[in-house]
């Protein structure tokens, strides 16, 4: 969208009450008009889209979709940017999401402060070492291998969503401490955390997820709802589910040889 410039942007007049705006909503039209779309970045689990000096932020859960003039909006959109191609951008909401317009540095939201604080594990800089410093507190010893990975920004953008898959591949359970891990369990997790999400970013994402034109991923999820019921792809069984932390975890559970409270696998 580089190149843009921004004509106007609508709210519906019912936005609901799970879409979270900065401020009054009204005021992004006044606040963006004219501005030229310069660039795009992801930080964390959130898209940061730049114009001029000014800000768009999405959070998870907020789907952006842009349309060329030939076609119809969508109706159920959150926040509408038209632009003066006679594009436009249409975000809609999953369960919810944010949805915040503002001046650069006029956002104080200790998420997306952190996040870019933090090394993306796509990044270099998310090595061996900086990884390793992650567990050195007596907090994250106690965690579990979920709670450890997907809370407190420990690894900005890394959710339940690609925990699963994560997990899966390094051959650990979520609920494993994080205490009995061994060296090389904490080594193929490492190895499990940058392979995989690497392999998704490859691959457009999931294929439960769609591209700025709806296009769907075509990273094939191991782990996850579109696989609950089916057979594991290592070992054949059913794929069962349970509620855990405060949100459902997926993984091979109460199988022969597999003990849910270590994390490792006693028979392959």
Known sequence: MAGKRIKGIKIPRSPGRFSFYLGDPNDYDTLMRDSY????????????IMADDKRILFSNGAIPRLFDRNEEPNRKSRLTIEFS???????????????????????????????????SPLHSDFDESYYLRLFETEKSEKLSLKAFLATEQR??????????????TAELHPKAKVDSLSSDDRQRL?????????????????????????????????????TYGGPCPRCGR?????????ARSTSVLNVKGYNVYTSRWLER
């Open 37 to 48: 779309i310069c660039g795009g970045r992801a930080i964390g689990g959130m898209v940061e």
């Open 85 to 119: 191609d006679g594009s436009f951008l249409c975000v809609g909401i999953q369960l919810y999401g944010g949805l915040w317009c503002f001046s650069q540095g006029g956002f104080d939201n200790i998420y997306y402060s952190v996040a870019q604080e933090k090394p």
């Open 155 to 168: 690894i900005p953008g890394l959710g339940n969503g690609t925990l699963q898959d994560i997990l899966w």
């Open 190 to 226: 490492l190895n499990s955390i940058k392979n995989v999400l690497k392999n998704m970013a490859d691959n457009g994402g999931r294929e439960t997820e769609r591209d700025l034109f709806g296009k769907a991923g075509e990273y094939t999820t191991k782990i996850g709802r579109t």
């Open 238 to 246: 059913n794929i069962e589910r349970q509620d855990y932390l405060g």
